[in-house]
């Protein structure tokens, strides 16, 4: 805990003062440019993925980067999205998954999570098509547990795309073409990001040969 409160001393003393006239704007209101939605982990960060300072992006963190449908409305993803959009009118929702991710790892071994019955009920949203793919893969003998690990990482941000769908204020936006999804594949060990690309139905780097290639996806091709 010492930690956080040192950090806070040296945000207080060295970093606010260097932009406390953004900080003073700030108060006054928000308009950041995208939603992120992506999973808790305390590897992945946003802010420093992205090199943006505050108010750039709107975040919705939880395990696995999951998005249940608009009546779950316990964990107050669906709220976020319907604000994100409705209110902020954001532009732009990235799904970012992860590397090692333990939500995924659950749910390769679901069986074993019988002490942490609500962590296996929230797993339940990352939606059959994942669930089907990981008893396909749980077949294979051919890929590692990292390979079938990448596997469903990467099923599971294209299913959540799709669950996005199911959301009437995206659905919404997306006719209206106010709204593009974005599915990006994040590797904590080399600090790469790859994203879907829903032409070929593959992950591609986001940067490839120093441009930044963006594949925005209205949700319609993504099925």
Known sequence: MQQLIDGYSRFRSKVYPQHSKLFEKLAKGQQPQA???????SRVMPEMMMQCEPGVLFSCRNAGN??????????G?????????RVLKIRDIVVCGHSDCGAMKGILKIDELESLPVVRGWLEHAGPSARWLTKMLKKTTTMSFEETLEAVTEANIIVQMQNLRMHPSVDEAIRQGALHLHGWMYDIGSGAIRQFDPETGAFTPLIADGRTETHSEPAKKIA
């Open 35 to 41: 939603l992120f939605i992506t999973c808790a982990d």
């Open 77 to 85: 993803v669906p709220a976020t999205i319907e604000y994100a959009i």
């Open 66 to 75: 999951l998005i249940p449908p608009p009546s779950e409305v316990g964990s």
